[in-house]
RNA sequence: GUAGAUAUAGCUCAGCUGGUUAGAGCGUCGGAUUGUGAUUCCGAAGGUCGUGGGUUCGAGCCCCAUUAUUUACCCCA
């Protein structure tokens, strides 16, 4: 019997010291700015009741779904009848008799889960962050893996737009702790948050009048103007059903001057541009909403959006926000999960070909799907796998964010060795990460092995030394070598 | 689900029009240096060329199939 290859299920990866160290890295500075932001940790099981998940993400979703089969005899439940495929849905009728658990998809459901199932608990409004892997049996490419992290912050039981407000500042604030590192601009994320409203799209939607398209259809197409362009979008909607007159008034829609009031302060520029372009959409909508139709009204769910995002600027404003070159007004962004009712974010890396790393909005109902109407929450997510992979293209990882050990004991004989223990614990009493090489190997041996560790400094006490009660300490970066007390040691260590 | 690309040493990849014994760099191991890594020099090990068929006097190279990986589309973090 040959030995097999190991491998790995596709979209899975392997995380080595150095990996998870770099990951480590960008969930502190995630988790840092959550707290601060005064939101709490939650954690859910990783595999939910597949009632819980299907149904949440639209058909696509549920192909997406890791399905767990049932433990033991999983096929008691299935008859001849089942599997009789003539009607082409006999896997529809097995699957719940085979599988009733399914991996999480994402975080946001599992949360609603939580939220009905202990609603007498909780004091509202409640804010959680979630750091946690979810799964999705997607076909894996660049930037895009079956298995990864999420880290989720949400809100529930408010309507406050403070939150969406917060959402903005706390996307900065790790972007800009990203940026920390960065040894020029040009190194630097160059990230754009861009913003909409659920209710602007659905104002378009409305200002076409009596169409044969449906409202999915006309924004999952306008959200490809920027990969496939005007025609392509033009083209995709009357595939959808869509007449060209209405394609060009679509565009009419979007299509918004610059503003042009340049003063020399670039946040105050770029904020003024985001109100105007708000104010242009506006009248915009209101004229365009059929003319000739006597009936015709002004578009409620496009006035409540449009006000929002302006209440989220003036949050903003009046909390000292300074970064609105970052922050955009897209009308174009939909954005895919069928849940979002309110404000909608993505935030997108300009300098780096990936898709977003981060997304989010608001839902004005997502735990009525379990019994609870009303609710409305807010949350957004970053994508911490897509954050690594733009934070390497750039090298922007601290240096040294991989090693652990700070201090190796060189191993002379087996007779010495068990004498050097007791600076072993005197080191790690004093807090100073270090270890023993665990064989009297030559030294040759040893230091190769703190180098390949980036272990930084060598500690040798052999006959010599321990002669003279002193310790040398080389420094593997200069390849300096002192001579030291073993408190001297400890204070160059410390 | 649709379309393309790739598969050769542990890793990254060369390999000409099909022609003798399969190549490099990096890494690993040994030595130069029996108390010193990275750097330098010398040496060695390491291959069923993804798998199975076919064409040919002859296949890493051409053809067919298959598997795996990967990129784009759909969708998404």
Redesign the pocket.
């Known amino acids: 019997m040959s030995a097999q290859k190991p491998?790995i299920?596709?979209?899975t990866r392997d995380f080595g010291p150095a990996v998870v160290a770099r990951r480590n890295y960008i969930f502190g500075i995630i988790r840092r700015t959550f707290e601060k932001f005064g939101y709490a940790p939650l954690e859910t099981p990783t595999l939910e009741n597949l009632s819980v998940l299907t149904g949440k993400y639209?058909d696509?979703?549920d192909q997406?779904l890791f399905k767990v089969l049932n433990s033991g005899d999983f096929l008691k439940d299935v008859t001849a009848d089942d599997l009789q495929n003539e009607d082409g849905k006999a896997t529809r009728r097995v699957l719940p008799k085979v599988a009733e658990k399914g991996l999480r998809y994402?975080l946001t459901v599992p949360f609603a889960r939580y939220v009905v199932m202990n609603r007498g608990t909780l004091t509202f409004p409640f804010k959680r962050y979630q750091i946690q892997p979810v799964w999705?049996a997607?076909?894996?490419?660049?930037?895009?893996?079956?298995e990864?992290y999420?880290c989720d912050a949400d809100v529930v039981g408010t309507d406050s737009l403070l939150c969406e407000a917060e959402i903005v500042l706390m996307m900065c604030e790790v972007l800009n702790g990203l940026n920390k590192e960065a040894k020029s601009e040009n190194q630097k994320l160059d990230y754009t948050i861009t913003i909409n409203h659920r209710g602007v799209l659905g104002g378009m939607y409305d200002a076409l009048g009596e169409s044969n398209g449906t409202e999915t259809n006309l924004f999952?197409a306008i959200?490809?103007l920027d990969?496939?362009g005007i025609d392509g979008v033009k083209q995709e909607l009357i595939d959808k059903g869509f007449t060209s007159t209405e394609a060009e008034k679509v565009f009419k829609l979007l299509y918004m001057p610059a503003t042009a009031i340049p003063s020399s302060d670039q946040n105050q520029n770029a904020r003024q541009e985001f109100l105007y372009r708000i104010q242009n959409l506006k009248k915009s909508l209101v004229v365009d909403i059929s003319p000739s139709n006597i009936l015709a009204e002004t578009s409620e769910r496009a006035t409540r959006g449009l006000q929002e995002l302006g209440q989220v600027v003036d949050f903003l404003t009046a909390f000292g926000f300074e970064q609105f070159d970052r922050l955009k007004f897209d009308p174009t962004l939909?954005?895919?999960?069928?849940y979002y009712t309110g404000c909608i974010f993505?935030i997108k890396i300009n300098n780096v070909?990936m898709?977003?790393?981060?997304?989010g909005g608001r839902y004005d109902n997502l735990t009525g799907a379990f019994g609870l109407p009303g609710v409305s929450g807010v949350g957004f997510?970053?994508?911490v796998?897509?954050l690594y992979d733009c934070l390497e293209e750039l090298e922007l990882f601290p240096e040294g964010a991989a090693a652990t050990t700070r201090c190796l004991i060189t191993n002379f004989d087996a007779e010495t060795m068990p004498l050097l223990l007791p600076v072993l614990r005197e080191l790690r009493a004093a807090g100073i990460p270090s270890e023993m090489y665990p064989e009297s190997k030559?030294?040759?041996?040893q230091?190769?092995y703190?180098?390949?560790k980036g272990i930084p400094y060598?500690l040798?006490?052999?006959?010599?030394?321990r002669a003279a009660g002193q310790f040398?300490l080389?420094e593997?970066?200069?390849?300096e070598?002192k001579t030291l007390t073993l408190d001297q040691v400890l204070a160059t260590l410390a």
Do not use: C, H, M, W
């Not at 997607?138 to 079956?146: E, M, N, T, V």
């Not at 898709?355 to 997304?359: D, T």
């Not at 030559?442 to 041996?445: E, G, I, R, T, Y």
């Not at 593997?476 to 390849?479: A, F, M, N, S, Y």
């Open positions: 491998s299920p596709k979209g639209g696509e979703g997406l994402d999705r997607d076909r894996p490419q660049r930037g895009r893996y079956r990864f999420q999952t959200d490809k990969k496939i939909a954005r895919g999960l069928s993505e070909n898709g977003s790393v981060s997304g997510s970053f994508g796998d897509r030559k030294l040759a041996q230091f190769k703190a180098d390949a060598v040798i006490q052999g006959p010599e030394e040398k080389k593997l970066r200069t390849g070598e």
